[in-house]
């Protein structure tokens, strides 16, 4: 009988041992965290894969250097000029859209650059630069903030200009920045996702919506096993696929705060 026993703790340890072992980790951006759609997301999946997800959400730019260095297995991010550069250096296997929403600008509600109501966001960003009004930036090298970047260049404003003064740059995710705007009464660019879920918004509103040039893509890619022997190339699959079939897509869709949707699936194949 003790053999007996000896024999199924052992069988039972080298169960729990296996399913401990697959385990994943994915680089990835802070608004995928901080709006809590991976709390509502991996635990789904890994209930239907048996596969545990680690998360390092950091900025974007980080995320792909995680990737770069064979830290990570997949990663999952939002700026699509960087994710080209990514699988141009062969750093990636295969790229897939995965779902999309939007930036808004935040702002106090007091609004001292009266932007409220406007859809042009280039106009927004040229009514803060000229009032010199607080704003605040994520300067991570997130995915966030080169979307900032590249809509104050359309905008035709050089914010070198305003860095002594009125234009702050923090190095920290988008938590830390929406409450940086809201004790100090600044704007910023969000992720809606991240805005919906945050609750210290104080005197904060989205001011400045609906352009198309505030559209958020978000993709994923496995880190390419060839140049990283180490990654978790099946399981690291396994969550790409999950995340572009229906089952995955329908979760992202399902996924709301307050009854609104902060993410909508968009999979390519």
Request: glycine fraction near 10%.
């Amino acid at each position: 009988m003790r053999r007996i026993a000896a024999i199924g703790a052992l069988l039972l340890w080298s169960t729990i041992a296996f399913a401990q072992d697959r385990t994943i980790t994915v680089a990835s951006t802070t608004s995928t965290e901080q709006s809590g759609l991976f709390g509502y997301l991996l635990p789904l999946f890994s209930k239907a894969e048996e596969i545990e997800v680690k998360v390092v959400a950091v900025g974007t730019g980080q995320a792909l250097d995680i990737g770069r260095r064979g830290d990570a297995d997949v990663v999952f991010v939002h700026d699509r000029a960087a994710e080209d550069k990514f699988m141009a250096e062969g750093q990636g296997v295969k790229r897939f859209d995965v779902m999309y929403n939007d930036f808004v600008i935040i702002g106090p509600k007091s609004d001292p650059a009266k932007i409220a109501g406007g859809k042009e966001v280039t106009d927004a960003l040229r009514k803060i630069a000229a009032a010199k009004a607080p704003f605040i930036s994520r300067g991570d090298k997130s995915g966030t903030h080169a979307a900032e970047l590249r809509l104050w260049k359309e905008a035709g404003v050089d914010i070198a200009a305003g860095k002594d003064g009125w234009y702050r740059e923090i190095g920290q995710g988008m938590g830390p920045a929406l409450n940086m705007a809201s004790s100090s009464n600044a704007y910023l660019l969000s992720d809606r996702g991240t805005w919906l879920s945050f609750k210290n918004r104080g005197e904060l509103a989205i001011l400045t919506e609906g352009d198309k040039r505030l559209f958020n893509q978000y993709g994923v890619m496995l880190v390419n096993p060839a140049k990283h022997p180490n990654v978790k190339a099946k399981d690291g699959q396994a969550f790409i696929d999950w995340l572009i079939s229906s089952k995955g897509q329908d979760a992202i869709a399902g996924y709301k705060v307050g009854g609104e949707q902060l993410f909508f699936p968009n999979a390519s194949h």
